[in-house]
């Protein structure tokens, strides 16, 4: 061990840190970014909000972003105001201040893996020990299940993700509901992806209302092609909101990034219209693998989870070869590909295939297979009977 890696706290020697490959391909659809660039003249409407920043630059921005969390509680409805949000650089920094006020050591925040690689990262991180309750078959989760774990773990925090990421599909709002009653802690529900959801009522915004340990994550990132921006946000009860910024950094969030993001909120109606295509181009692709027979996954969010590959490194490997870069979750037998431009989506289903007729060893398309899609497909309805696992 080096000198410095022993001084290293323990709990973060030998890890590596977060890391989607950025490959330089011509097709990139591995890390669910919005596939359309900001149009023109919202390009134009951000640059005049940021341009009214810049010569007050010499002083400190405002440290509660009073007038972004007002836009953003607009944006979403609901008959929420300013102060039941909170904004910050990414809903990872939002989740990040969540564990740091309600988590810690000598604390647990409970998750459902597989879903969003970054939490357990975020609990490392704020010494906070995740531990993973997994998930019933399909990777579904059920009211019952999500109950019977948390009353097993007693958690300080509870994650869930809906839209899940990497399997795309939004969570059944009993689901949340059945959390916040079996949960003493706070409840977050990471809804990076809502506005892709096929029912967009499915949010869990509309259960706020009497749950006070309940809390909403959402991102600039996705939706409004912001990722680069770095804003994200949460709404939640008002006095959980004010416990944050017991732990935010003072002016963690830039006039810029404010400004910025209060541009592109004004932007909305016609950034959905980008949402509306790229949720047209994950159907697409759903449709079309599934008539390959291949078992797939139904998705609320901008990518799709394929299964029915017998070596998922190797297919991704050979969509890689025809110039798409899509990501290997490290589930066994599952590739996970973000929709893009209806160019970009062709390109990925002439990909598969290519890579379907020259390899088709790859790819579990018999009848057996299908057969058990289907039988996936019913395991994938809420409120089944279940077995639970843990890990
Ligand atoms: C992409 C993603 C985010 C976004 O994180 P930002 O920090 O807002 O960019 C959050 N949660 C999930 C599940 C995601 O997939």
Redesign the pocket.
Known sequence: MSEIEALLREELRGQPPYGAPQLDVPVQLN??ENAFAIPEDVAAVVAEFIGRELRGLNRYPDRDAVALRADLAAYLGHGLTADHVWAA???????QQLLQAFGGPGRTVLGFMP??S??PLLARGTGTAFVDAGREDGYTLSPAYVARAIAAHDPDLVFL?SP??PTGTALDPAVVEAAYEAARGVVVV?E??AEFARDPGTTALRLLPGRRRLVV?R????AFAF?GA???YLAADPELVEKLLLVRLPYHLSSITQAAARGALACAAQLQAEVDELKHQRDRIVKHLRAKGLPVADSD?NFVLVGGLTDAAAVWRLILDRGVLIRDVGLPGRLRVTAGTEEETTALLDAFEAAMTDRPEYFATDAEQIEQHSEESKLREPHRAHRPHHG
């Open positions: 890390t669910n650089n990414g809903s990872n920094e939002i989740l879903s969003y970054m939490h993700v899940n990421n990471d990076a992806y994550t991102t600039l990132s996705k990722a770095r804003v994200g969010a």
